[in-house]
């Protein structure tokens, strides 16, 4: 698999690691009412779909940066790479 | 009728023409007393248990392929009771020993062979990893001996004993441990199964659960509504898929493991050997052929297919262990999805849902557990409670904290 990565084009997907569900973004308020739920929702329980899913990578050989990667699990196709940062921005999360 | 050698030379005798159909093709019925969802190993076994142990009746398995097109027939057919904590080993041992009394049970010739698993070691903190791990194996008889480097050398001496990063210094051996053939195994069960009466109904995908007032009533499928009073759902890699029918999240992903075998060869290797610490483990098959593979891919897939670098990763691990594999040339390679837990151990429980129970979670390591599955999945499904080694599979056990983490690895199921 080649990941476009949105800083440095192409590069294989073997320089980078994989973490899982882009969800995991959304890490819940620790303080609400209800976290011990959310939090053994948000840790142990995925979607896990077949088709299109959006999850977490990491360029470890490369500029360390996190990449949220739009990928089919049904053909391996990548169709979106963007920074998790900006993903996190946009949901209003990070600085 | 009965395999034997008598059936065999009366079959000689007449030219191989009596020879019927392992099992019936039968049409689905309207309902059942019991529904099992999945014709790989553990639905087969779970089936054949629900028969045999429980007198069940009116049992089904729905297969939306064909039996042992999954993984049951894809995997590396190892099978051991080589595990270090309470909720795993007890189970795992109850599985060696229905292996091996598994042929003559079945009437089947499913080529299990104990020809023993040598886990090798690299470095003194492995080795004591080993010798604890060896000491728990003997709470349950299961059987473990540690060996010095002169002791492994004495069974296989062409391995790259003095390698600079991981020179071999020991290991633990399994002798009950072993192979088995894989889609044997499903056969097996499929044939034992249908002679007590077990329709095996295959090209039947489900596509729904019936569910009122949180009782499940029957499925959907692509043969049409099947009623059932109970149903047990074993599909491994398409845990996921089926059990969002039923409105259920898991603490699972659906990974991707590699398989490889090379061209048939001269007897070269006569036991599994496992080097963890260059993620590769080889057997050879009773046609000849290397068995070996490595790591999972590691990324969500449902695609039964793996990539290059990890086809490159498990070659480097074979070529140092074993450096006389480079002269073979690999005849063929293949991937199968797998149903990775958050601790890398299974499940065996109910669902929440009144009469649908699950079974998955079985990771890279489901086939040796075929037989156990089998029977704790038929015991829960037939008297409602779980069996007494099977205690530890709970769905719920995140939450409870009572989490069986063989690697220590946390919530990342491409770390088990
Ligand atoms: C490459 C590889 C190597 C492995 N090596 C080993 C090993 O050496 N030792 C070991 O112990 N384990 C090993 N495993 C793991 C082992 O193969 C699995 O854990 C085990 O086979 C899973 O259980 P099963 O046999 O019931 O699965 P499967 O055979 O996959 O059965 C599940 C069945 O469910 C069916 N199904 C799915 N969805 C539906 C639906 N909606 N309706 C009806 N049917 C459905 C599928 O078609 C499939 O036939 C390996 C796995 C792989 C991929």
């Not at chain 1, 990565?5 to 620790?30: M, V």
């Not at chain 2, 048939?264 to 000849?288: C, N, R």
Request: some cysteine.
């Amino acid at each position: 698999m080649i990941i476009n990565h949105p800083l440095l084009g192409p590069r294989d997907a073997s320089e980078f690691t994989y973490l899982g569900d882009a969800a995991l973004i959304e890490r819940p308020d620790w303080q609400s009412e209800t976290a011990q739920d959310e939090f053994h929702d948000y840790v142990y329980l995925r979607d896990n779909p077949a088709g299109t899913h959006r999850e977490l990578w990491f360029h470890e050989q490369g500029d360390r940066s996190w990449l949220v990667v739009t990928r089919n699990t049904m053909t391996h196709e990548i169709l979106a790479t963007e920074l998790a940062r900006d993903v996190a921005r946009k949901m209003g999360r990070g600085k | 009728m009965r395999y034997s050698a008598l059936a065999i030379l009366r079959q000689v005798l007449n030219g191989h023409r009596g020879w019927g159909p392992a099992w019936r093709d039968p049409e689905p019925q309207s309902d059942y007393d019991f529904i099992v969802i999945g014709g790989g190993g553990h639905g087969l076994a779970t089936a054949y248990y629900l028969a045999k142990e429980h007198n069940a009746a009116r049992v089904a398995v729905l297969e939306k392929g064909w039996i042992g097109g999954g993984n049951v027939g894809r995997n590396t057919t190892i099978i051991r009771a080589n595990y270090l904590l309470d909720g795993n080993q007890p189970f795992y041992e109850l599985s060696l020993k229905l292996w091996e009394n598994l042929e003559q049970d079945l009437n089947y010739n499913a080529m299990v062979s104990q020809r023993g698993i040598l886990n090798l070691c690299h470095t003194d903190s492995q080795r004591d990893a080993y010798r604890r791990r060896g000491n728990a194996m003997m709470f349950t008889d299961s059987g473990a001996e540690l060996l010095d480097t002169d002791g492994v050398r004495a069974m296989y001496p062409f391995l790259n004993f003095d390698d600079a990063r991981f020179p071999i210094l020991g290991g633990l051996l399994h002798r009950r441990g072993g192979t088995a053939r894989h889609d044997g195994v499903a056969w097996g069960y499929a044939r034992a199964a249908d002679q007590r009466g077990v329709d095996i109904i295959q090209n039947c995908e489900v596509t729904g659960f019936r569910i009122e007032n949180g009782k499940v009533l029957g499925v959907e499928t692509t043969r049409g509504y099947i009623g059932a009073k109970k149903v047990g759902v074993a599909v491994a890699g398409s845990s996921g898929r089926v059990m969002a029918h039923a409105g259920l999240r898991l603490p699972i992903e659906s990974h991707v493991l590699q398989a490889f075998v090379s061209e048939g060869l001269k007897p070269v290797l006569d036991g599994v050997i496992t080097y963890g610490a260059g993620h590769f483990y080889i057997s050879q098959s009773d046609k000849g052929g290397l068995v070996f593979g490595g790591d999972i891919d590691g990324y969500n897939t449902y695609a039964q297919r793996g990539n290059l670098p990890v086809v490159e990763d498990v070659v480097e691990g074979g070529m140092s262990l074993m450096p006389m594999i480079g002269r073979t040339r690999l005849l063929r390679m293949w991937g199968g999805v797998m149903d990775m837990s958050m601790d890398g151990s299974p499940f065996i429980d109910h669902t929440g849902v009144d009469g649908l129970y699950f079974n998955g979670g079985w990771c890279y390591g489901g086939f040796k557990a075929t037989p156990a599955s089998g029977f704790c999945f038929a015991h829960l499904m037939a008297t409602d409670r779980p069996h007494e080694v099977a205690t530890a599979y709970r769905l719920d056990r995140f939450r409870t904290g009572r989490m069986i983490d063989e690697r220590g690895a946390g919530a990342q199921p491409n770390l088990h």
